[in-house]
């Protein structure tokens, strides 16, 4: 019988920063878990999209994706080992090119990460 609770566990740590109305800077470090199939479908469209709609520099469906990034952006780091709830100001913090840059580094992570993995 195979036991899929014997799968080792992995993580990818993500520091975080922003900056609160007094102007200072707090930062948070939270080790993100792999995605779920769904959550790995939304993040794989959203990304695609984002690529595209940034290039294409329409503003209106620009900021639909930036809004849609942003939401798996944090779905993504709520899915952490520590079940830490990371605070909106952490996402809003990020520009468009340190979104895209996340979900990359995560992308790949995941791909050396499973490359290395004789599961």
Do not use: C
Not at 26 to 55: C, N, Q, S, Y
Not at 84 to 111: H, R, S, T
């Amino acid at each position: 019988m195979y036991d899929i609770t014997n799968i080792a566990r992995r993580y990818f740590s993500v520091k975080l920063t922003a900056e609160d109305e007094d102007g200072k800077e707090h930062t948070t470090v939270v080790e993100v878990g792999p995605p779920r199939l769904k959550m790995l479908r939304e993040m794989m469209d959203i990304a695609v999209k984002a690529t595209k709609e940034a290039e294409s520099g329409e503003t209106k469906t620009v900021e639909n994706v930036i809004a849609e990034l942003r939401d798996i952006i944090r779905k993504m780091l709520n899915k952490n080992k520590s079940g830490y709830k990371v605070p909106n100001e952490y996402v809003e913090a990020m520009d468009f090119d340190e979104m895209i840059g996340l979900l990359n580094a995560f992308f790949d992570w995941m791909n050396q990460t499973k490359q290395n993995d004789p599961n």
